[in-house]
Protein backbone atom coordinates (compact mmCIF):
# COMPACT_ATOMS: atom_id res chain seq x y z
CA UNK A 1 0.00 0.00 0.00
CA UNK A 2 1.34 3.12 -1.52
CA UNK A 3 1.75 5.84 1.45
CA UNK A 4 -0.28 9.34 0.74
CA UNK A 5 2.19 11.97 -0.55
CA UNK A 6 2.23 14.61 1.89
CA UNK A 7 1.43 18.28 0.51
CA UNK A 8 4.02 20.72 0.58
CA UNK A 9 3.68 23.34 3.42
CA UNK A 10 4.22 26.94 2.16
CA UNK A 11 5.17 29.45 5.13
CA UNK A 12 2.07 32.10 5.46
CA UNK A 13 3.04 35.80 2.90
CA UNK A 14 3.84 38.17 5.96
CA UNK A 15 4.91 41.11 3.35
CA UNK A 16 3.44 44.04 2.98
CA UNK A 17 3.40 46.11 -0.57
CA UNK A 18 4.48 49.33 -0.95
CA UNK A 19 1.10 50.69 -2.57
CA UNK A 20 -0.29 48.97 0.27
CA UNK A 21 1.96 50.57 3.23
CA UNK A 22 1.32 54.05 1.45
CA UNK A 23 -2.27 53.88 1.26
CA UNK A 24 -2.18 52.71 5.31
CA UNK A 25 0.29 56.21 6.10
CA UNK A 26 -1.40 58.24 3.14
CA UNK A 27 -1.29 61.60 5.57
CA UNK A 28 0.60 62.44 8.17
CA UNK A 29 -2.45 62.49 10.96
CA UNK A 30 -2.36 58.89 10.01
CA UNK A 31 1.38 58.09 10.67
CA UNK A 32 1.69 60.95 13.71
CA UNK A 33 -1.58 58.64 15.06
CA UNK A 34 0.26 55.13 14.60
CA UNK A 35 3.40 56.59 16.54
CA UNK A 36 1.35 58.11 19.73
CA UNK A 37 -0.73 54.78 19.98
CA UNK A 38 3.05 52.92 19.71
CA UNK A 39 4.83 54.93 22.03
CA UNK A 40 2.21 56.65 24.10
CA UNK A 41 -0.50 53.84 24.33
CA UNK A 42 -3.92 54.98 25.40
CA UNK A 43 -2.32 57.60 27.90
CA UNK A 44 -0.87 60.71 26.30
CA UNK A 45 2.52 61.48 28.73
CA UNK A 46 4.34 64.06 29.06
CA UNK A 47 8.32 63.46 28.22
CA UNK A 48 9.39 66.21 30.59
CA UNK A 49 7.89 65.64 33.62
CA UNK A 50 5.54 62.21 33.11
CA UNK A 51 2.45 63.37 33.70
CA UNK A 52 -0.59 62.26 32.17
CA UNK A 53 -2.73 65.72 32.27
CA UNK A 54 -1.80 67.50 28.89
CA UNK A 55 -4.43 68.89 25.49
CA UNK A 56 -3.46 69.88 22.34
CA UNK A 57 -1.55 72.95 21.72
CA UNK A 58 -3.31 75.31 19.13
CA UNK A 59 -0.14 76.80 18.39
CA UNK A 60 1.10 74.23 16.34
CA UNK A 61 -0.22 71.41 14.29
CA UNK A 62 0.94 67.65 16.32
CA UNK A 63 1.59 69.40 19.69
CA UNK A 64 0.16 68.69 22.76
CA UNK A 65 0.65 71.19 25.89
CA UNK A 66 1.21 69.83 29.34
CA UNK A 67 -1.22 70.82 31.80
CA UNK A 68 0.70 70.19 35.21
CA UNK A 69 1.91 73.81 36.48
CA UNK A 70 5.18 73.22 37.23
CA UNK A 71 5.71 72.15 33.47
CA UNK A 72 3.61 73.72 30.83
CA UNK A 73 5.74 72.63 28.45
CA UNK A 74 4.94 71.75 24.59
CA UNK A 75 5.83 68.19 23.01
CA UNK A 76 5.11 66.15 20.34
CA UNK A 77 5.24 62.46 19.37
CA UNK A 78 8.99 62.92 18.44
CA UNK A 79 10.32 63.83 22.07
CA UNK A 80 12.39 61.58 23.91
CA UNK A 81 12.70 58.86 20.42
CA UNK A 82 15.27 59.03 17.92
CA UNK A 83 13.22 61.00 15.64
CA UNK A 84 13.86 64.32 17.98
CA UNK A 85 14.14 67.47 16.41
CA UNK A 86 13.45 66.44 12.94
CA UNK A 87 12.06 68.33 10.21
CA UNK A 88 10.82 65.38 8.20
CA UNK A 89 7.58 64.04 8.21
CA UNK A 90 6.62 61.17 10.24
CA UNK A 91 5.08 59.40 7.27
CA UNK A 92 8.45 59.07 5.84
CA UNK A 93 10.20 58.10 8.55
CA UNK A 94 7.47 55.16 8.47
CA UNK A 95 8.27 54.75 4.81
CA UNK A 96 12.28 54.65 5.52
CA UNK A 97 11.66 51.84 8.56
CA UNK A 98 9.82 49.97 5.76
CA UNK A 99 12.21 49.94 3.12
CA UNK A 100 14.75 48.63 6.11
CA UNK A 101 12.89 45.78 7.25
CA UNK A 102 12.01 44.62 3.49
CA UNK A 103 15.06 45.50 1.56
CA UNK A 104 17.05 41.80 2.70
CA UNK A 105 20.40 43.30 2.04
CA UNK A 106 19.63 47.28 3.53
CA UNK A 107 19.42 50.17 1.60
CA UNK A 108 21.53 52.92 0.59
CA UNK A 109 21.54 56.24 1.89
CA UNK A 110 21.25 57.42 -2.09
CA UNK A 111 18.51 54.97 -2.53
CA UNK A 112 16.83 55.91 0.55
CA UNK A 113 16.84 59.94 -0.76
CA UNK A 114 16.09 59.17 -4.09
CA UNK A 115 12.83 57.09 -3.00
CA UNK A 116 11.46 59.64 0.06
CA UNK A 117 12.52 63.26 -1.85
CA UNK A 118 15.15 63.80 0.38
CA UNK A 119 18.67 65.91 0.11
CA UNK A 120 21.19 62.66 0.56
CA UNK A 121 22.38 64.46 4.35
CA UNK A 122 18.78 64.12 5.43
CA UNK A 123 18.93 60.58 4.19
CA UNK A 124 22.03 59.82 5.55
CA UNK A 125 21.29 60.99 8.89
CA UNK A 126 17.48 59.44 8.78
CA UNK A 127 19.53 56.02 8.15
CA UNK A 128 21.99 56.04 10.51
CA UNK A 129 19.92 57.36 13.12
CA UNK A 130 17.82 53.95 12.83
CA UNK A 131 20.89 52.03 12.73
CA UNK A 132 21.71 53.63 15.92
CA UNK A 133 18.49 52.76 17.26
CA UNK A 134 18.38 49.02 16.55
CA UNK A 135 21.85 48.70 17.90
CA UNK A 136 20.27 48.57 21.87
CA UNK A 137 18.83 45.52 20.46
CA UNK A 138 22.19 44.23 20.19
CA UNK A 139 23.37 43.94 23.41
CA UNK A 140 19.53 43.66 25.48
CA UNK A 141 19.43 39.92 25.59
CA UNK A 142 22.44 37.14 26.92
CA UNK A 143 22.65 34.00 24.35
CA UNK A 144 22.66 30.60 25.08
CA UNK A 145 22.20 29.11 28.73
CA UNK A 146 22.56 25.12 29.93
CA UNK A 147 22.46 22.71 27.20
CA UNK A 148 22.14 25.27 24.70
CA UNK A 149 24.89 25.83 21.64
CA UNK A 150 26.24 29.38 20.68
CA UNK A 151 28.67 29.53 18.01
CA UNK A 152 31.50 32.42 17.91
CA UNK A 153 33.32 33.80 14.86
CA UNK A 154 35.08 36.82 13.56
CA UNK A 155 35.07 38.09 10.30
CA UNK A 156 36.87 40.84 8.39
CA UNK A 157 35.33 44.06 6.65
CA UNK A 158 37.05 46.31 4.36
CA UNK A 159 38.88 46.20 0.92
CA UNK A 160 41.84 44.69 0.21
CA UNK A 161 45.15 46.30 0.63
CA UNK A 162 46.51 45.56 -3.46
CA UNK A 163 43.21 47.35 -4.33
CA UNK A 164 43.78 50.40 -2.56
CA UNK A 165 45.27 53.85 -4.00
CA UNK A 166 49.11 54.56 -3.76
CA UNK A 167 48.65 56.86 -1.07
CA UNK A 168 46.79 55.12 1.03
CA UNK A 169 48.28 51.42 1.24
CA UNK A 170 48.77 49.72 4.48
CA UNK A 171 51.80 48.27 5.30
CA UNK A 172 51.30 44.49 6.29
CA UNK A 173 48.91 41.85 4.97
CA UNK A 174 46.01 39.64 5.61
CA UNK A 175 43.32 41.78 7.74
CA UNK A 176 45.88 45.12 8.04
CA UNK A 177 43.28 48.36 8.02
CA UNK A 178 40.15 45.79 7.83
CA UNK A 179 37.18 46.18 10.49
CA UNK A 180 37.35 43.28 12.79
CA UNK A 181 33.81 42.34 13.59
CA UNK A 182 32.86 39.31 16.41
CA UNK A 183 29.45 37.51 15.99
CA UNK A 184 27.43 35.03 17.95
CA UNK A 185 24.95 32.64 17.36
CA UNK A 186 22.67 30.89 19.26
CA UNK A 187 21.17 28.11 17.63
CA UNK A 188 17.20 28.45 16.86
CA UNK A 189 17.84 31.91 18.91
CA UNK A 190 19.05 35.61 18.41
CA UNK A 191 22.33 36.36 16.64
CA UNK A 192 24.99 38.99 17.71
CA UNK A 193 27.90 41.33 16.24
CA UNK A 194 29.86 43.56 17.59
CA UNK A 195 32.79 45.68 16.40
CA UNK A 196 36.11 44.63 18.32
CA UNK A 197 39.42 46.14 18.01
CA UNK A 198 41.47 42.99 18.11
CA UNK A 199 41.22 38.95 18.35
CA UNK A 200 43.70 38.95 21.29
CA UNK A 201 42.64 36.46 23.61
CA UNK A 202 41.54 38.79 26.51
CA UNK A 203 39.74 40.78 24.13
CA UNK A 204 37.69 37.29 22.63
CA UNK A 205 37.12 36.52 26.06
CA UNK A 206 36.02 39.33 27.31
CA UNK A 207 33.53 39.77 24.79
CA UNK A 208 32.08 36.45 25.49
CA UNK A 209 31.46 36.74 29.21
CA UNK A 210 29.31 39.99 28.15
CA UNK A 211 26.95 38.40 25.81
CA UNK A 212 27.04 34.63 26.61
CA UNK A 213 26.07 32.79 29.44
CA UNK A 214 27.93 30.63 31.62
CA UNK A 215 27.40 26.70 30.97
CA UNK A 216 26.95 27.43 27.33
CA UNK A 217 28.41 25.16 24.58
CA UNK A 218 30.56 27.12 22.27
CA UNK A 219 31.17 25.75 18.85
CA UNK A 220 34.49 27.52 17.28
CA UNK A 221 36.54 26.68 15.29
CA UNK A 222 40.53 25.89 15.71
CA UNK A 223 41.50 29.75 16.12
CA UNK A 224 44.00 30.49 19.24
CA UNK A 225 41.83 32.97 20.82
CA UNK A 226 39.57 30.97 21.92
CA UNK A 227 42.19 29.15 24.19
CA UNK A 228 41.16 28.70 27.52
CA UNK A 229 37.37 29.83 27.11
CA UNK A 230 36.49 26.36 28.90
CA UNK A 231 37.89 27.58 32.30
CA UNK A 232 35.40 30.74 31.72
CA UNK A 233 32.37 28.43 32.73
CA UNK A 234 31.63 26.96 29.06
CA UNK A 235 32.11 23.82 27.31
CA UNK A 236 34.10 24.14 24.61
CA UNK A 237 33.76 22.27 21.07
CA UNK A 238 35.98 22.72 18.09
CA UNK A 239 35.91 21.81 14.31
CA UNK A 240 39.48 21.88 12.22
CA UNK A 241 39.02 24.43 9.55
CA UNK A 242 42.41 24.00 8.23
CA UNK A 243 41.89 20.51 7.68
CA UNK A 244 38.86 20.61 5.99
CA UNK A 245 36.24 19.27 8.73
CA UNK A 246 33.68 21.73 8.63
CA UNK A 247 31.29 19.38 10.96
CA UNK A 248 32.79 17.13 13.93
CA UNK A 249 29.76 16.30 16.31
CA UNK A 250 27.80 19.07 16.90
CA UNK A 251 30.09 21.78 16.62
CA UNK A 252 30.32 23.41 13.67
CA UNK A 253 29.87 27.27 12.75
CA UNK A 254 27.56 26.52 9.70
CA UNK A 255 25.03 29.27 11.15
CA UNK A 256 27.22 32.19 12.08
CA UNK A 257 29.17 31.83 8.32
CA UNK A 258 25.62 32.57 7.29
CA UNK A 259 24.92 36.00 9.01
CA UNK A 260 28.72 37.10 7.28
CA UNK A 261 27.28 35.85 4.08
CA UNK A 262 24.41 38.33 4.08
CA UNK A 263 26.93 41.27 5.88
CA UNK A 264 28.91 40.52 3.09
CA UNK A 265 25.91 41.11 0.29
CA UNK A 266 25.46 44.07 1.76
CA UNK A 267 28.95 45.55 2.09
CA UNK A 268 29.32 44.33 -1.81
CA UNK A 269 26.25 44.77 -3.49
CA UNK A 270 24.39 47.79 -1.83
CA UNK A 271 26.89 49.92 0.51
CA UNK A 272 29.87 49.31 -1.39
CA UNK A 273 31.78 50.53 1.57
CA UNK A 274 31.53 50.70 5.39
CA UNK A 275 33.13 53.48 6.83
CA UNK A 276 35.04 51.89 9.94
CA UNK A 277 33.81 55.45 12.17
CA UNK A 278 30.14 53.97 11.45
CA UNK A 279 30.81 49.94 11.06
CA UNK A 280 28.86 49.26 14.32
CA UNK A 281 25.62 50.58 13.20
CA UNK A 282 26.05 48.72 9.87
CA UNK A 283 26.47 45.47 11.55
CA UNK A 284 23.66 46.20 13.84
CA UNK A 285 20.98 46.94 11.13
CA UNK A 286 22.36 43.47 9.28
CA UNK A 287 21.54 41.54 12.52
CA UNK A 288 18.32 43.13 13.12
CA UNK A 289 17.13 42.18 10.03
CA UNK A 290 18.17 38.34 11.33
CA UNK A 291 16.14 38.64 15.14
CA UNK A 292 13.35 40.83 15.07
CA UNK A 293 13.69 41.67 11.54
CA UNK A 294 13.08 38.27 9.86
CA UNK A 295 10.48 37.37 7.24
CA UNK A 296 8.43 35.19 9.35
CA UNK A 297 7.26 38.21 11.32
CA UNK A 298 4.53 40.39 9.96
CA UNK A 299 5.46 43.61 8.14
CA UNK A 300 4.07 46.10 10.60
CA UNK A 301 5.61 43.25 13.35
CA UNK A 302 9.40 44.33 12.03
CA UNK A 303 8.30 48.19 11.96
CA UNK A 304 6.55 48.04 15.23
CA UNK A 305 9.95 46.17 16.63
CA UNK A 306 12.12 49.47 15.51
CA UNK A 307 9.82 52.02 16.84
CA UNK A 308 9.94 50.44 20.61
CA UNK A 309 13.96 50.79 19.92
CA UNK A 310 13.50 54.19 19.07
CA UNK A 311 12.22 55.38 22.45
CA UNK A 312 15.14 56.67 24.56
CA UNK A 313 17.35 57.33 22.35
CA UNK A 314 18.89 60.28 21.02
CA UNK A 315 21.56 60.65 17.86
CA UNK A 316 22.71 63.98 17.44
CA UNK A 317 24.69 65.52 14.05
CA UNK A 318 27.85 65.95 15.53
CA UNK A 319 27.80 62.88 17.57
CA UNK A 320 26.91 60.83 14.49
CA UNK A 321 29.82 62.65 12.45
CA UNK A 322 32.46 62.44 15.29
CA UNK A 323 32.96 65.76 16.34
CA UNK A 324 34.99 66.11 18.85
CA UNK A 325 33.96 68.53 21.81
CA UNK A 326 36.90 70.66 21.63
CA UNK A 327 35.87 71.57 17.86
CA UNK A 328 32.32 71.95 18.43
CA UNK A 329 30.89 75.66 18.67
CA UNK A 330 29.14 76.87 21.79
CA UNK A 331 25.84 76.57 20.79
CA UNK A 332 26.42 72.88 21.05
CA UNK A 333 28.15 72.56 24.38
CA UNK A 334 26.03 71.35 27.00
CA UNK A 335 24.30 73.08 29.36
CA UNK A 336 24.96 72.89 32.97
Known amino acids: METAKKKREYMPNTAMSEDDF ?44 CNNYKCNKPFSIRKGTILE ?50 DSGNFSHMLGGLNKIVEPDETYVGGRNKNRHKDKKIEGSGPVGKGIVLGMVERGGRKKAVVVSNIERETILREINKHIRKGTTLATDEGKHYIGVNRQGYKHRTCNHSAKRWVNGKASTNSIESVWALLKRGFYGIYHKFSMKHLQKYVAESIFRL ?5 KYKT ?37
Not at 291 to 295: A, F, H
Not at 314 to 331: A, K, N
Open 22 to 65: RDMFSTEAKARAYFEKMIWGSKRVCPHCGSLKSAPWRARKGYYK
Open 85 to 134: KSQIPLRKWLLAMYYIVTMRKGISSLELSKKLGLMYDSAWFMHHRLCFAV
Open 291 to 295: NEGQC
Open 300 to 336: MDRIDAIINYSIGKRLTWLDCIGEPESRRPEMYAPRV
